[in-house]
């Protein structure tokens, strides 16, 4: 059997205005949109009044809520792309089921 080793990268993100160092098996491109995301997210969730002295005071725990949150949302971006492939099969197998059936549909020349 063959195995193939992915090679884990280490890349910096910011998220939540903390650093993070990530290290990960995933395309680097798709860590870089997973952090956007999250970071987005984060943001829209904090109320404009709080201060973000009140919000980063527990670096630490921000920290784990952030990598947290990383997981979650490559699961979430997984989960539709899956979607969008089952989609898209299902289109095909429609169409072609919709092929044959107009086919069949034909009245014969006889």
Same mark, same amino acid.
């Given at each position: 059997?063959?195995?193939?080793?992915?090679?884990?990268?280490?890349?910096?993100?910011?998220?939540?205005?903390?650093?993070?160092?990530?290290?990960?098996?995933?395309? $680097?491109?798709?860590?870089?949109?997973?952090?956007?995301?999250?970071?987005?997210?984060?943001?829209?969730?904090? $109320?404009?009044?709080?201060?973000?002295?009140?919000?980063?005071?527990?670096?630490?725990?921000?920290?784990?809520?952030?990598?947290?949150?990383l997981n979650i949302a490559e699961e979430l971006f997984q989960l539709?792309?899956?979607?969008?492939?089952?989609?898209?099969?299902?289109?095909?197998?429609?169409?072609?089921?919709?092929?044959?059936?107009?086919?069949?549909?034909? $009245?014969?020349?006889?």
């Amino acid at each position: 059997m063959d195995h193939e080793k992915t090679e884990k990268t280490m890349m910096e993100v910011t998220i939540f205005g903390l650093t993070l160092k990530i290290r990960g098996d995933a395309d $680097p491109e798709l860590t870089l949109k997973l952090a956007e995301f999250v970071d987005q997210k984060m943001h829209e969730a904090v $109320p404009s009044t709080m201060s973000w002295t009140n919000v980063l005071y527990h670096e630490r725990l921000a920290r784990v809520a952030i990598l947290a949150a990383l997981n979650i949302a490559e699961e979430l971006f997984q989960l539709r792309a899956e979607k969008e492939m089952e989609k898209n099969l299902i289109e095909e197998k429609a169409s072609a089921l919709l092929t044959l059936l107009e086919k069949e549909l034909q $009245p014969s020349e006889a």
